[in-house]
């Protein structure tokens, strides 16, 4: 068996920075590459605009000093001024314009690979999984490569290009002290709000964690709203939701404190760092080495560097947070198939002439430790039907699952119109293989797209034909939205017996060449199991069909019945053949015979007048 990759279990930053790259250059996507540069140039022509600004603001006021000559000077500064900020904005906003298309396409690339990725993953893997952490995975990872992209493209990068632009002109211009000064500071301010967001990270951490808690106690709350209602615990599940809600208050407040405390540590280093600047730059000007216009200058550059530097903490967390998420998309991206198809998988026609089925000998267990089927062999002539029963756990449905490869068998073959199964194509495979299970979960949409689900792009006519077939088409006309009703969640809306129907429209419309019925009628009651049984009984005349049953009075007409006990086929033959042999399947036959009598004698019952009624009016 594949050993499934922890999605919990993440990667270095690194390694996910290096997995994000390729999306961000893609191959045979030229637009977007030239994207790439052109928003690189435009952040650079903008930090070099945004540097400018002070020394042109500094030549301003020099030029305004009582020393200062015509008016028209300052008048062309200041104009300039404006033009460079304006020059500054535009290209940031170029940049983001030009990165936006970029940014998207990368989330929108990887999130659609994991999609992928998860539909190509076994059965097994999602069974062990909660589908929807699974979703959450792929909704955080794609939010977290548009937040890391957008934070470190418009914020981290452009303000360290920024930061060294700074420090080359205030050396040029000054000497080296006003660089290092301007390095130590906001190295220092960095080094501290890094640090203190790693503390407090943990209590941001407990919010997510008591929030996921109250909102889930009050979605299973809701969800089971009957049963507390039955049991009158309101005030019960009011108290859990409470509890929760508690345990998230606590966790704000100490993220709120520890904010404040943040932002008063940043605001001094901030403070402590344009002092001493100042400081230099005053004994500059009494010194007589430096004019008003150098002091300005000065604190202008300082003030427009921590001005993005103000919004570390957040940037650092959401950075952080947002590689986490994406290092365990990726994870998910990594975690192996244990379902492939060969390099030379060979291919079936989805629809035609019947084929033949066989398992030849299959042994197979869902763990090493249990084994469910114990060699189990038959085969189904090409338009043959072949009928599986036994009690519950005996391997039944099983079968279906190795038919569709849904797994790969631990000893022995399925074999497909002579062909192993892995040899083939999956998508090809189950193209050819129609199902209507026993548990019937439909997509939280029209009727019409659940039925069309067996062939998108079907006409509504076919669809109408195939809901006929399944004696539902009436039904769903005199519902006030006809074929554009919904269906709830999982089909809830819909009654046990009607979702059955759609499902057995839905895979008619298919039109496959093998027909799965798994305990297709279970969900029936008896007249309409009648009804439709005759019609899956014509239609199962083209095709090879596999059936699943429970009830044996659904199968009596199967060219061979495999009865399975413990993964052995415990008895074969046909209806009159097994009833003969008086063993196992006509031990079940006469019960289910027994069970079918009572309960029409108890609807006899139910119906007719009662013996107290008969006894109080006796015939004259």
């Known amino acids: 068996m594949a050993h499934t990759v922890d999605i919990a279990k993440s990667d270095s930053s690194w390694t996910t920075v290096k997995s994000l790259l390729p999306y961000l250059w893609p191959k045979g996507e030229l637009g977007l590459r030239v994207r790439v540069v052109l928003a690189a140039a435009a952040l650079i022509l903008a930090k070099v605009a945004t540097v400018i600004v002070p020394i042109i603001y500094s030549h301003a006021v020099n030029a305004l000093s009582p020393k200062a000559g015509p008016l028209m000077v300052p008048a062309a500064l200041i104009v300039a001024y404006g033009l460079v900020r304006m020059a500054s904005a535009g290209f940031n906003e170029l940049r983001d314009a030009l990165f936006a298309a970029v940014q998207q396409r990368a989330a929108r690339s990887v999130g659609r690979e994991t999609f992928e990725h998860l539909h190509a993953l076994s059965m097994r893997y999602h069974l062990d999984r909660q589908t929807g952490g699974l979703s959450r995975v792929i909704l955080r990872g794609t939010t977290g490569i548009q937040n890391v992209l957008r934070l ?23 000497d080296w002290r006003y660089a290092a000064v301007t390095l130590v500071a906001v190295g220092g301010y960095m080094a501290f709000t890094f640090s203190f967001t ?11 964690e008591t929030d996921n808690a109250a909102q889930t106690k009050a979605i299973d709350s809701l969800l089971n709203f009957e049963t507390v209602k039955y049991f009158g615990n309101e005030q019960h599940e009011a108290k859990r939701f409470d509890e929760s809600l508690a345990a998230y208050e606590q966790a704000a407040v100490k993220s709120q404190v520890s904010l404040n405390a943040l932002n008063l540590g940043q605001a001094i280093i901030i403070a402590a760092g344009l002092a001493v600047m100042m400081l230099m730059a005053a004994q500059g000007i009494v010194a007589g080495k430096l004019n008003i216009g ?19 903490g957040v940037v650092y967390r959401e950075v ?12 998910l991206l990594r975690t192996p198939q244990e379902i492939t198809d060969r390099a030379d998988a060979k291919t079936i026609a989805p629809q035609g002439a019947a084929v033949s089925v066989e398992f030849r000998d299959v042994r197979f267990g869902y763990s090493p430790d249990r084994e469910i089927l114990h060699g189990v062999s038959f085969r189904a002539a090409p338009g043959q039907k072949i009928a599986l029963v036994g009690p519950t756990g005996s391997g039944k449905s099983t079968t279906s699952r190795l038919l569709f490869r849904f797994y790969d068998v631990t000893e022995g073959a399925v074999l497909v119109d002579g062909i192993d199964v892995r040899d083939l194509a999956q998508q090809a495979l189950r193209a050819a293989i129609g199902v209507v299970p026993q548990d019937t979960v439909l997509f939280n949409d029209s009727i019409r797209y659940n039925i069309a689900y067996g062939r998108p792009g079907a006409t509504q006519a076919e669809v109408e034909q195939a809901a006929k077939f399944a004696q539902i088409h009436d039904f769903v006309m005199s519902l006030p939205q006809g074929y554009e009703t919904r269906v709830g969640e999982r089909g809830l809306k819909l009654s046990g017996g009607e979702k059955q129907r759609v499902a057995i429209a839905r895979t008619m419309l298919k ?13 029936l009651d008896t007249a309409t199991e009648q009804e439709i049984g005759a019609s899956l009984r014509q239609v199962a005349r083209d095709r090879t ?8 009075s659904t199968v009596i007409d199967a060219d061979e019945i495999l009865v399975l006990r413990d993964g052995d086929i415990a008895e074969r033959g046909t209806h009159a053949a097994l009833l003969a042999m008086d063993g ?13 009598e009572a309960e029409d004698t108890e609807a006899a019952l139910a119906t007719g007048p009662s013996v107290r009624e008969m006894a109080a009016h006796p015939a004259e």
């Open 152 to 174: 470190t493209t418009f914020n981290v990068f452009p303000t360290l290009f920024e930061l060294f632009l700074t420090m080359g002109i205030l050396w040029t211009l000054f």
């Open 198 to 208: 790693a503390w407090r990270i943990k209590f941001r951490r407990q919010m997510n």
């Open 320 to 331: 952080k947070q947002g590689l986490i998420d994406m290092e365990q998309m990726f994870a």
């Open 584 to 596: 196992v399947y006509a031990a079940m036959w006469a019960a289910q015979s027994e069970m079918a």
């Open 545 to 552: 069909t596999l059936v699943i049953a429970h009830r044996l």
């Open 294 to 312: 150098q002091f300005v200058l000065v604190n202008t550059y300082l003030i427009q560097l921590y001005q993005p530097l103000n919004f570390l």
């Open 511 to 523: 039109n496959p060449r093998i027909l799965v019925l798994d305990e297709a009628t279970s969900a």
